[in-house]
């Protein structure tokens, strides 16, 4: 006797063993276990879209042309920026430790070759410095430059703001910006 479909799909029973039936099955969970064994999660729209392009590239390649990324853009209807989207989601994770270079045992990781020019150390100490001079500012100039500065406000509306004339804002923040030059020179 053969079992349901429904019991242990782990076990089989040769006896009653269907092809037509099972193969649909069998395929169903080969491309489950494709989908889900990737360390991260890309949508199907995205990952067929990337099996489109992979096919269109062997179909140029077979062409014996170049499969560029505009190539294959032209070819499937689609943005350069979406080729670009969807190879980039298929492709493996790369750990920032993995060796790129090794000779004589000395290894160059990848996180070597990258930079991050938007937090330098020396970036980082003109932030300190430009802090610490804002605290040496009084309070009333400190609060001037706050809200030109970083709130974005015009002269006018820091005057009516802090209870001053426009003129005597702009004098404050003259002097309070000079100042914080004097101290980080």
Not at 15 to 44: A, H, Q, T, W
Not at 50 to 60: H, V
Not at 149 to 165: A, L, N, P
Request: hydrophobic share 35%; with cysteine.
């Amino acid at each position: 006797m053969c079992p349901s479909e429904r019991e242990n799909r782990t076990e089989i029973n040769y006896e009653c063993f269907d092809v037509r039936k099972s193969f649909p099955m069998i395929l169903g969970e080969i491309k489950r276990y494709l989908r889900d064994g990737n360390s991260l999660r890309v949508s199907r729209s995205i990952r067929d879209t990337a099996y489109q392009i992979l096919k269109a590239r062997e179909r140029i390649e077979a062409r014996d042309e170049e499969a560029t990324i505009p190539r294959i853009a032209e070819e499937l209807s689609l943005r350069e920026r979406e080729v670009v989207y969807a190879l980039d989601a298929i492709s493996d994770p790369v750990s920032l430790y993995e060796p790129v270079y090794n000779k004589s045992g000395d290894a160059l990781e990848l996180m070597d070759q990258l930079a991050d020019e938007r937090q330098s150390d020396e970036i980082w100490t003109e932030h300190v410095a430009l802090r610490e001079a804002l605290e040496r500012l009084n309070e009333r100039e400190r609060k001037i430059l706050q809200l030109r500065y970083f709130e974005g406000k015009t002269q006018t509306e820091i005057s009516k703001e802090v209870g001053i004339s426009q003129a005597q804002v702009s004098r404050l923040e003259k002097n309070a910006i000079g100042e914080i030059r004097k101290q980080i020179s």
